[in-house]
């Protein structure tokens, strides 16, 4: 049984492969979902599970322990194990930190690959963390002649990430940025809203990767009401993260207004120039379980 560290799966890897493999694993049957979360103190135990006929099934589990940071060592932690849709035999193990880059931002670019007008050029990233360091390397292989840029609340942060990533260049002012990028993604851990509906412009496309908690929001009403709306999967995101599920509560969105997700491939489309468009990435155990499979074909076939 194999174990696929980072560097061993990473070098075999393109962002068009991910996105490839995460668009055609939404051809096969929906997947069947679980998650469980345990908890002592402030450490969490994190199990997401996912069975899909024709790529079996997997199951990533992550250790969160705040106090390791103190000790200088990862926070977070964990695998995935991947198991044999013909026999339940576990094929491989691989590491949590390689799926989850993969991953999130592949399902980030698969919506802007269709959602964002064809002739965008400028990319407004807003965060300076491990997710935003990601997105500049998709976005660059995706889109070659765009000109990237990147905000973060802690400028030092954005300032460190340009330095790291020549031809990036970092604002200090969000809402003109906002207004001069036809592709906006946010990657923050904000619990408040960031990003301004006022703020955005005909023909943008809205990318949302942060919010993953029910208390968590990157962007305000306006946003979302300026907008036509997809998401990843409706299992995932209406009524468990924030971004969604507050404003839906207070009536300021309703379900309809929703008009997509991955399993409705066709509807997932800009019909003009001049509308925005809005994703939020919620992520989910049958993403990693895309991308686990494609991980383990790739290696094995190298």
């Not at 698969?110 to 998709?138: C, E, F, H, N, Y």
């Not at 207004?257 to 991955?262: G, N, P, Q, S, T």
Request: glycine share 8%; charged share 25%.
């Amino acid at each position: 049984m194999p174990q696929i560290s980072f560097a061993d799966g990473d070098r075999v890897l393109t962002w068009q492969g991910v996105i490839d493999a995460i668009a055609g694993g939404h051809t096969l049957p929906p997947a069947e979902i679980g998650d469980t979360f345990l908890y002592q103190e402030n450490r969490t135990l994190l199990s997401r599970s996912a069975w899909i006929d024709g790529l079996g099934s997997a199951v990533k589990t992550a250790t969160i322990f705040p106090g390791n940071a103190a000790k200088d060592l990862p926070t977070v932690n964990g695998a995935v194990s991947l198991f044999s849709g013909e026999t339940g035999q576990l094929e491989a193990l691989i590491d949590f930190h390689l799926v989850t880059k993969w991953k999130t931002a592949a399902d980030s670019l698969l919506a802007t690959m269709r959602l964002a007008r064809p002739d965008s050029r400028s990319i407004l990233i807003v965060g300076a963390g491990t997710v935003a360091k990601t997105l500049i390397q998709g976005y660059r292989e995706l889109f070659p002649d765009a000109q990237i840029t990147l905000w973060n609340r802690t400028q030092d942060r954005a300032d460190d990430l340009a330095a790291k990533t020549p031809g990036v260049d970092v604002v200090r002012d969000l809402p003109n940025a906002v207004k001069k990028a036809d592709v906006i993604s946010c990657a923050t851990m904000s619990t408040d809203p960031v990003l301004r509906g006022e703020w955005l412009c005909p023909g943008q496309h809205i990318d949302l990767i942060g919010a993953y908690r029910p208390d968590m929001r990157e962007v305000d009403d306006t946003a979302l009401r300026k907008a036509r709306l997809f998401v990843d999967s409706r299992r995932t995101t209406l009524d468990h993260i924030g971004e969604l599920k507050i404003p839906l509560a207070m009536g300021a969105i309703e379900p309809k207004d929703v008009l997509a997700d991955y399993y409705d491939f066709d509807a997932f489309i800009r019909r003009s120039n001049d509308e925005i468009t809005l994703f939020k990435n919620g992520g989910g155990a049958h993403l990693d379980l895309m991308v686990s499979r494609h991980i383990y074909d790739r290696c094995r076939a190298v």
